[in-house]
């Protein structure tokens, strides 16, 4: 557990009992407990050369310039939607801090459930075959009206579903543009108000969007242009490397469904022929994940599976996950006897040992207790951790084991977990130097791809200094799945494109 410095202990006693004589005196202490205190910060101890330092000054004008100008209404006290319309603007647009941070290498993306899932590729790409069809019923198989399947003939209607071929539909609609529109809207998560919708009924939205969208990327086609098409992005976007949750469904060109590991060899394919066709490489891992309200036998059974992945495909697939809402489904300690025999199942299958990336703390009750089991178990990473500003012995804690924070502002947002990202608990987890990074968890259905929007909402609610925009960034690379080895050769190929980047910012003057 982390201690309180002597000299901390000290300045306080001091300044509790004793009357200060003359002004000298307590500014000196003054200035020494706030020393004292940014010497906690997470990137107090990053190294920076003179040119960093130079090209700080430019990031900071940049910055300045950027929080005047949105002054009256900065653009991480409003929803995100609305703040990237009226106040951020597109990719390509007029925002110069925006386009800095777009150009900025990030190093590794570590929390992300989307690959190949940009709402407006996938429209154009898969809505507009032959065999795609749209359930216009009230319900399907699975519950989601407005899903997809890809057939070589109508498919069979139950349970309330009504398949139609979507481009009968779309001829038929006299408006092309507004069809597209509304399937697009179909795709896409819109923060309801909190006084009328219930934070479970948000979640069964959000699962139903997210559904949605994975079953138009489903055939095979589809999904092989849709992810090479997202790799593109995350480059363009400044990301070295990606670390995936869960794995999709996919279904052949016989409209068969591939099983796992069929789709984990697809990825890896995938990977291979972006690489060999691109100048910027990328790289990729996996963590199997299923939802949290999985039974107790489904689980143990996947961990045993991710256990027999890991040995096949080492330094692909990296370890296990439980995702959804945690309010609503079973919290880690339900699981609690299976994740115990793991330990016994891999040393007695000869198999790696077990490697946990749990999702924790993505709620705003303090009672829900997820945060010390995955502590406990022994979790890498956490994913979110939002609910860490309740627990101040688990935030000491998982700083002194090194266990970094998965930190996704625009997506905590979306879910009503923050309104204002001013009052996001990665400041307090930062300030107490707890290791974090910038994700964007599920940006297709939030309407944007990448990454640089949710630096651009963290850089400005928290003015990140340059020092500690490195340092996030080598966060991600440090606290990746990746071996030692490759860490070390993705770290010099980040470091390589950074130099290259502040030799560009001191230009920006």
């Known amino acids: 557990m982390w201690v309180v410095p002597a000299t901390i202990t000290a300045l306080v006693f001091v300044s509790l009992v004793t009357s200060y004589v003359t002004l000298e005196e307590y500014v000196k202490d003054r200035e020494q407990l706030i020393y004292q205190e940014a010497t906690m910060d997470f990137a107090w101890y990053t190294d920076m050369s003179q040119t960093e330092l130079n090209a700080g000054e430019v990031w900071k004008k940049l910055l300045g310039d950027e929080l005047a100008r949105t002054q009256a209404s900065p653009a991480y006290a409003l929803p995100f939607r609305e703040a990237r319309d009226r106040i951020i603007g597109p990719y390509d647009g007029e925002n110069q ?53 890809y057939a070589p003939s109508q498919p069979p209607n139950s349970n309330g579903s009504d398949w139609q071929r979507v481009v009968d539909l779309r001829k038929a609609s006299g408006n092309v543009t507004q069809f597209d529109l509304d399937l697009y809207h179909s795709l896409q998560f819109y923060t309801p108000p909190g006084g009328k919708v219930t934070q479970d009924e948000m979640w069964v939205y959000f699962d139903s969007t997210i559904r949605r969208g994975i079953s138009l990327l489903s055939f095979l086609p589809v999904f092989e242009a849709a992810v090479l098409n997202d790799f593109q992005s995350y480059v363009d976007d400044g990301i070295q490397h990606v670390e995936l949750r869960g794995v999709p469904a996919v279904m052949d060109t016989g409209y068969n469904f591939l099983s796992d590991e069929e789709v984990i060899q697809l990825f890896l394919s995938l990977i291979d022929q972006f690489n060999n066709g691109s100048e910027t490489k990328l790289s990729m891992t996996i963590i199997y994940a299923i939802c949290r309200y999985a039974e107790r036998e489904e689980a143990l059974s996947a961990m045993q599976f991710t256990a027999h992945l890991m040995a096949k495909y080492p330094g692909f697939i990296v370890g296990f996950d439980l995702m959804d809402e945690e309010d609503r489904f079973h919290p ?59 627990h101040p012995l688990l935030t000491s804690q998982y700083k002194e084991q090194g266990v970094l924070v998965e930190v996704c502002p625009i997506s905590n947002q979306m879910l009503r977990l923050v309104h204002n990202l001013q009052d996001h608990t990665a400041v307090h987890l930062m300030r107490s130097g707890v290791p974090i990074s910038i994700n964007n968890d599920d940006p297709a259905i939030y309407g944007y791809q990448g990454v640089s929007y949710d630096w651009y909402e963290a850089s400005t609610a928290w003015e990140l200094t340059l020092r500690a925009l490195k340092q996030l960034a080598i966060n991600s690379i440090e606290h990746s799945s990746l071996t030692a080895s490759s860490k070390s050769q993705l770290k010099q190929r980040w470091l390589n494109q950074w130099n290259t980047w502040i030799s560009w910012l001191l230009l920006q003057q």
């Open 97 to 149: 801090l925006l386009s800095v941070i777009r150009a900025m290498p990030k190093g590794a993306l570590l929390h992300t459930h989307c690959i190949g899932c940009d709402s407006w590729f996938l429209i154009n790409t898969g809505s507009y075959r032959q065999d795609c069809y749209i359930n216009v019923g009230s319900k399907d198989s699975l519950g989601i009206p407005l899903s997809y399947t």
């Open 332 to 390: 880690l300690f339900y699981y609690i006897n299976e994740f115990l025999s793991m330990e016994n199942y891999t040393a007695n299958n000869n198999l790696p040992t077990m490697a946990y990336f749990f999702h924790a703390g993505e709620t705003t009750f303090p009672h829900k207790r997820n945060l010390y089991d995955a502590l406990l178990l022994g979790t890498k990473r956490i994913g979110h951790g939002f609910a860490l500003k309740h």
